[in-house]
């Protein structure tokens, strides 16, 4: 890649930086608050069906039985419409910005291969350039040898 995208370091960063809140944030509560806001008619969004499970058990405790849970990780169709409250488990929101996060690098890096493509060196052009110029690439000169070799 022709570009100094390969020395920003803003993707890991940010990762360790939500992963870090993450740590923080274990055993504090959130859970039990995001289940104490939740009322009947509400929507639940968890990551996948283990936290489904967990969300459901908490749900059933309060007695809770008019709640829909949507698992990101298996959803397929239309996301449920709700009079309601939508609430996220932590698990689901930490997901979706990493996965915004990779989103944003493959992003730049598309850029990059539009802005800046790498050349084609195996491409005849090319191979008569880096021979009128002296130079040969190894995949032209490895190219070159297994032709000689069959000559």
Request: aromatic share 6%.
């Amino acid at each position: 890649m022709r570009s100094n995208f390969k020395d920003c370091t803003y993707g890991p960063a940010l990762k360790a930086f939500l992963d870090g809140i993450e740590n923080q944030q274990c055993r504090s509560g959130r859970t039990t608050r995001m289940l104490d806001a939740v009322k009947e008619g509400d929507v639940v969004v968890c990551w996948d069906a283990a936290h489904a499970r967990h969300i459901r058990f908490g749900l059933e405790e309060r007695e809770l039985r008019d709640v829909r849970l949507v698992t990101l990780g298996t959803q397929t169709g239309s996301l449920p419409m709700t009079s309601g409250h939508v609430h996220f488990d932590h698990y689901s929101l930490l997901h979706h910005f990493h996965t915004a996060i990779v989103r944003a690098q493959q992003q730049v890096e598309d850029m990059v291969k539009v802005m800046a493509p790498e050349p084609d060196p195996m491409h005849p052009l090319n191979q008569l350039a880096e021979a009128f110029l002296g130079r040969t690439d190894k995949r032209v000169r490895k190219h070159s040898n297994k032709e000689s070799d069959h000559e």
